[in-house]
């Protein structure tokens, strides 16, 4: 499927393909909302929580290829937690030294392309790998808690997008 701003519409009952044509949606709305922004809108933060919208895409980038290159296929990953301070998961996300919008967009739609490929060539009902993201220790979740728990990432911090959007120069909608 073609990426759209216009939510997905599958005749499909196969739900990997559902799963990849919303996260491809998603990526798609948080490219839109990027839009436009000047380099100080990208980097200046309007909330108090004190995040930039591209920390926020920074965030994004790291977080897909958390879960489905290095927590799935338990492929190891360059910085797995690159996308905050001191790569420590409890810290406040940051963008990578030397990283610009057009840089991480074009991460975003590659770490999606990955996705695509990993969705397409396994079963939703398939077990993450140990020894990327999850020891022996733990039980590792299926792909299909994966796709929902990325989905509903995606969906959050597009809805945070919106609201900064709006704070820094009145963009609403789509």
Known sequence: MP???????????????QFAAYLD????AVARKL??????QLTTSRLPSGWTPLELLAHLVHMERRWFVWGYLGEQVAEPWG???DGDPERPWRVPDGATVTDLLD????GGERTGEILAAHALGGRAAVGGR????TTPPTLLWI?????QEYARHAGHLDVARELADGATGE
């Open 147 to 151: 796709c929902f728990h990325v989905l």
């Open 25 to 28: 949606y998603y990526r798609v």
């Open 83 to 85: 996308d905050h301070a």
């Open 107 to 110: 991460r975003l739609r590659a």
């Open 134 to 137: 999850f020891d022996a220790g």
């Open 3 to 17: 990426l759209s701003d216009v939510e997905p519409r599958l005749d499909s009952p196969d739900p990997a393909a």
């Open 35 to 40: 839009e436009g922004l000047t380099d100080a």
